[in-house]
């Protein structure tokens, strides 16, 4: 895949040169929220086979073979450490991931031994290449930590070709939830705006502290009503029940990613819709499963 301009500059990893085309021209980002990213990524720049297969598989449940196939160009917006890249690799022609944080080392090396994928420094507001150059693009959890995510969506939507289909994952609003539900939302995003201001090693070791103390004891009755009634739904009604089947290393992860980061914006499954549909996109499937809210739409 050519790139429709010249690089800024070029970071180099372990030999390799990545190209950067972030510049002070990009202004729809957060610095404290991309700085906060490329922290997170450095401390969580592995995971097994079997954790990126897990989530992929839920991520990617609404998208058919016909959206994305072994013909496939792809680009993964916001990439982070390179994981969802990694989880498409094998079933497409070509992944770029590109990311405008230090996440662009992580992602390298954690797809270093995958042929097909290339990673690049550059954010929503200068993606390298030209417009309807992708058959399928994605972007999982990062437009809401974005300032206009409207905006940054149109821009990565032009990016796909007419004809292909774009795979959107947005932080949900709480709107298929409950009163209980919401009250712990709003006690743990006063928890959040007070960590995420913490120096890098003190946030760090607070949502690790989360991780072990507020998630834990929730995911593990949430396993133990599941495996009291496995094929019941009951386990689903109790708080952080996503992570049943998540290992520690992902509860500790995302305990960062809600805790650490500063920027952090919510939509209803109406308000995604509302989006994808204003970015250009039509028939949008919203799946029914979790994490709320992600769905793929065609391109006109």
Not at 80 to 104: H, L, M, N, Q
Not at 112 to 119: A, G, I, L, T, Y
């Amino acid at each position: 895949m050519e790139y429709n301009g010249h690089p800024i500059q070029y970071l180099e990893v372990n030999g390799h040169k990545i190209a950067s085309f972030v510049s002070d021209a990009d202004t729809n980002f957060d610095a404290d929220t991309v700085k906060s990213f490329g922290e997170e990524w450095k401390k969580f720049d592995r995971f097994s086979a079997e954790e990126i297969t897990n989530a992929g598989d839920q991520y990617f449940d609404v998208v058919t073979n016909e959206m994305m196939n072994e013909h496939s160009t792809v680009l993964d917006v916001g990439c982070g450490t390179g994981r969802w890249s990694k989880y498409v690799a094998s079933r497409v022609k070509f992944v770029e991931g590109i990311d405008p944080s230090e996440a662009v080392y992580s992602a390298a090396q954690l797809n270093s031994d995958v042929p097909n994928f290339r990673v690049t420094h550059a954010g929503v507001d200068s993606i390298p290449f030209a417009d309807g150059s992708f058959d399928f693009v994605f972007c999982l959890g990062v437009l809401h930590h974005i300032p206009d995510t409207k905006a940054a969506l149109e821009k990565a939507v032009k990016k796909v070709k007419p004809g292909g289909h774009f795979l959107l994952y947005l932080y949900y609003k709480l709107d298929n939830r409950g009163p209980f539900f919401k009250f712990l939302f709003s006690i743990s995003t006063l928890f959040r705006k007070i960590i995420s201001s913490f120096p890098s090693g003190l946030k760090k070791f607070s949502c690790d502290v989360i991780a072990i103390t507020v998630y834990m004891p929730f995911v593990l009755l949430a396993r133990l009503v599941k495996g009291i009634n496995p094929k019941g739904k009951a386990h689903t009604k109790i708080p952080l029940s996503y992570y049943t089947d998540k290992s520690f290393n992902i509860i500790r992860n995302d305990a960062l990613d809600r805790f650490g980061t500063p920027l952090e914006k919510r939509f209803t499954k109406a308000e995604v819709v509302n989006m994808m549909e204003a970015a250009g996109l039509n028939n949008i499937t919203v799946s029914s499963g979790e994490p709320y809210w992600h769905a793929v739409g065609k391109k006109d």
